[in-house]
C-alpha cells in the first residue's frame, strides 16, 4: 500500500466530502450558458475569498467576467494552474427532470453542466482550499482559473494568457474520469457557410433563387470532401467534422415568419476536428475547392465561408490546435503518482484516449503558451442528462490536492525550471 507523507495526509484530512458536493449543487444552479458566465464567476470569487484563496474578475468581453483565484506560497517554486470552463453544453430535449435542481440518485449527482464541466471546477477549487486549510508550505503558487468562453474555442483562457497571466504547469479538469488522464487531443475550428439567393413571393418563385436550395448542393459537396491531411496514428478516426446546425429565411437576420418567400440566404455551422499538419486554412481550400467544382455546374451559385463565424453564433471564435503532450512531463507524471497514492491503482489510460481525443479543449492554449497540462477531471453521464458518480467527484479532488502538494512544496530548481 501507498504510504502517505505528512503533508498529503494533512491535506487530504482537510477535505470534508460534504463541502465538496455542497459546491458543486451550488453550481449547477447557476445558469452559465456561454456568454452568460459572469454570475458563475462572482458567485466563485465569493466562495474562494470565504475561504482564503485571493480572487480576481477578469473582464474578458464587457460585462464578460471570468475568475482567478490564488494561493501563493513562498516565492520560490513554480506555479500551478488549475483550469475550468464555466460555460455549459446548450441543453437537449429528454430531461426527466428540473436541471437546475441538483439531485443526488444511484450515487450520482444530476444536474445542468455538472460534468462538462461543473464537477471539475469543483473539485480544482476544492483542491485548492484544501491545501490553504491545512496549511502546508507551499513554496510556489496555485491558480484556480475559472475562465469562460471554452465551448467557443477557449475565448476565456486565450485572454488570460494574453493578460499577463501564465504558470509552469496546469491541469485542466475536463470530464474524462478519475481513472483516466489525457494528454493529446484534435484541432479545432468552425466556419459558417452561407449561400445567396433571390427573394421572390410564391406567386413567381420562378424568377426567385433559393438559398436553401442551393444549400443542399453544398451540403452534399462538403459531406464528399476528403480533408487534405496526413494521418496522425495516435487518433486514427481524424480528420473529421459535421454540418451541425442550419439556418435560412429572408435578409440578414434570416427572417422565418415569411414562408411565402422564396429564401435569400442560408448558413450552416461546420464543426472540424484535425490533426497535426492542417491548419484553418488548408480546411477552408479543401471546402471552397469542393464548392467550386459544384459552382461550374451551376452558375446561379452564390456563396461564402466565414472562419471564425461571426460572434452572433456564439460558436468557436478561436482555434484550438492539435496538442500532443509528451507523457514525460512533470504535471503529467505528478497527477499519474497522485492517483496512485490516492486509489492505490495505477491509471487504467494515459496519453491519447479514444474517442475522447477527438475534442478539443484549452489545453490547446496552455501548450501552446509553453506550459506543460495535461487533462484530468470527473467523469460520468452526457447525454440526455448530465450526471457524475460522486466517487468521482470526491477521487479527483484529492488527487488534485496531492499534486499541488507534490509540484508547490518544490522550489523551481529541484523542477529544473528556468523561467
Known amino acids: 500500500m501507498y504510504e502517505l507523507e505528512d503533508d498529503q495526509k494533512k491535506v487530504l484530512d482537510s477535505i470534508r466530502d460534504d463541502e465538496v458536493i455542497s459546491l458543486a449543487k451550488d453550481l449547477i444552479k447557476i445558469k452559465s ?34 475568475v482567478i483565484g490564488r494561493l501563493k506560497g513562498t516565492g520560490d517554486g513554480p506555479t500551478l494552474m488549475f483550469n475550468g470552463h464555466l460555460d455549459i453544453d446548450p441543453l437537449p430535449l429528454g430531461l426527466k427532470r428540473d436541471p437546475w435542481k441538483p439531485v443526488i440518485q444511484d450515487g450520482k449527482l444530476y444536474g445542468a453542466g455538472i460534468l462538462n464541466m461543473k464537477a471539475g471546477v469543483t473539485a480544482m477549487t476544492m483542491a485548492a482550499i484544501a491545501l490553504k486549510k491545512a496549511k502546508i508550505d507551499l513554496r510556489g503558487n496555485i491558480l484556480v482559473a475559472g475562465v469562460v468562453g471554452e465551448l467557443q474555442g ?38 459558417a457557410i452561407h449561400t445567396y439567393g433571390i427573394a421572390k413571393h410564391v406567386s413567381e418563385k420562378e424568377k426567385g433563387v433559393s438559398a436553401i436550395e442551393k444549400m443542399t448542393k453544398v451540403i452534399e459537396a462538403i459531406n464528399n470532401v476528403k480533408l487534405t491531411h496526413k494521418p496522425f496514428p495516435k487518433m486514427p478516426g481524424l480528420p473529421r467534422f459535421v454540418i451541425g446546425s442550419i439556418i435560412g429565411g429572408l435578409g ?37 475547392r469542393a464548392i467550386e467544382e459544384l459552382r461550374k455546374r451551376d452558375p446561379q451559385l452564390r456563396y461564402r465561408i466565414e472562419t471564425p463565424p461571426d460572434a452572433r453564433w456564439k460558436v468557436c471564435r478561436v482555434t484550438m490546435m492539435p496538442t500532443d503532450v509528451p507523457e514525460s512531463e512533470y504535471v503529467v507524471q505528478s497527477v499519474i503518482r497522485s492517483h496512485k497514492a490516492v ?77
Open 33 to 66: 450558458f456561454k456568454t452568460e458566465e459572469s454570475g458563475c464567476a462572482r458567485f466563485l470569487a465569493k466562495f474562494m475569498e470565504e475561504n482564503g484563496l485571493e480572487a480576481e474578475l477578469q473582464e474578458v468581453e464587457d460585462g464578460r467576467l471570468q
Open 154 to 191: 477557449g475565448v476565456g483562457t486565450v485572454h488570460l494568457l494574453k493578460s499577463g497571466i501564465s504558470a509552469d504547469m496546469a491541469v485542466v479538469t475536463e470530464p474524462y474520469g478519475k481513472d483516466n488522464l489525457m494528454t493529446t487531443h484534435a484541432g479545432v475550428c468552425e466556419f
Open 343 to 419: 486509489t492505490g491503482k495505477d491509471m487504467k489510460q494515459v496519453g491519447a484516449i479514444l474517442p475522447w481525443s477527438y475534442a478539443g479543449n484549452d489545453t490547446a492554449h496552455l501548450w501552446q503558451a509553453g506550459i506543460p497540462c495535461c487533462l484530468y477531471g470527473p467523469g460520468g453521464d452526457y447525454l440526455p442528462e448530465q450526471a457524475v458518480p460522486l466517487d468521482e467527484l470526491l477521487t479527483v479532488t484529492r488527487v488534485l490536492a496531492l499534486t499541488g502538494v507534490d509540484i508547490c512544496t518544490k522550489t523551481r530548481k529541484e523542477l529544473g525550471l528556468n523561467k
Open 252 to 288: 440578414e437576420d434570416y427572417k422565418l415568419n415569411g414562408p411565402n418567400f422564396v429564401p435569400d440566404i442560408c448558413t450552416i455551422l461546420v464543426d472540424v476536428r484535425f490533426v497535426p499538419g492542417q491548419t484553418p486554412e488548408s480546411i477552408k481550400s479543401d471546402f471552397e
